[in-house]
């Protein structure tokens, strides 16, 4: 992931919310060529400044840092593990990762498994 992607990804967003870039700005407390000089000159928003942005574009922060949303249940997940010893970090690290990649190799049930059978007597 290249450093610049949270910025299309802001872009992105801020299209598909239907304002302008002038509106953004302003609406985030900012000089109305704010956003311009994010995404044409290369200046960076103060950590403060992308909260509002995203505030005013109705995207979170995650979506636009990271590329994903937040849920309750990762955001707990994620409280939990911040109090974890290493040990236990590096287990379920290595957990959600055989995990994943065992989903990843899994094709999708047959249509007839999706379906009960009739019942048998």
Wanted: proline fraction near 7%; charge should be neutral; glycine fraction near 8%.
């Amino acid at each position: 992931m290249g450093t610049e992607d949270w910025k299309r990804r802001l872009e992105d967003a801020i299209k598909d919310c239907g304002k302008s870039l002038r509106e953004i700005s302003l609406s985030a407390g900012k000089g109305p060529g704010y956003l311009h000089s994010v995404f044409v000159e290369g200046k960076e928003p103060t950590v403060t400044n992308l909260l509002k942005i995203c505030r005013a574009a109705d995207v979170s922060v995650y979506r636009v840092l990271g590329g994903f949303e937040m849920t309750p249940e990762t955001e707990e997940l994620m409280k939990l593990l911040a109090l974890a010893d290493d040990d236990l970090k590096r287990s379920l690290l290595l957990l959600l990762q055989r995990g994943s990649k065992r989903a990843e190799n899994q094709e999708p049930p047959a249509e007839s498994e999706h379906q009960p059978g009739p019942k048998r007597p």
